[in-house]
């Protein structure tokens, strides 16, 4: 891999062409980045700002990403159709439970209105 030099010696300038090659060579042969960065006598964090930025900067619509993206749209999709379904779960629990809760202050109320009663009948004699 040939570098052009950018300024005396001092710093290695690498193409768009031999950054691709860098990257790609990770991404098949997944090799870690810092091994990868000293065999081509650069720094590893170079190598990850290489890959932000061309994941930036790459417009390009393949096939590929399309299908990526198809396939992510399906999973969420399917992760929102559940999701409802618990939503619509848990309001029905909710109303069953709001309920629940009246009729047991209901019941309450007729327990002691009964009470109330006995005593006054109690009281009245």
Do not use: C
Not at 43 to 62: G, P
Not at 86 to 113: C, F, G, P, W
């Amino acid at each position: 891999m040939e570098m052009e030099s950018s300024h005396s010696g001092v710093r290695s300038r690498f193409s768009r062409t031999q950054k691709e090659q860098i990257i790609q060579e990770y991404r098949e042969q997944e090799i870690p980045i810092s091994q990868l960065a000293r065999k081509n006598g650069i720094h590893a964090v170079t190598v990850y700002q290489w890959m932000r930025n061309m994941t930036q900067n790459d417009e390009s619509i393949t096939p590929a990403k399309i299908r990526d993206l198809l396939s992510e749209i399906s999973k969420l999709k399917l992760e929102n159709k559940q999701f409802k379904f618990k939503v619509a779960d848990l309001a029905v629990t909710n109303d069953i439970m709001a309920e629940a809760i009246e009729i047991s202050k209901k019941r309450e109320l007729l327990k002691q209105a009964k009470l109330l009663e006995k005593s006054t009948k109690k009281n009245s004699k």
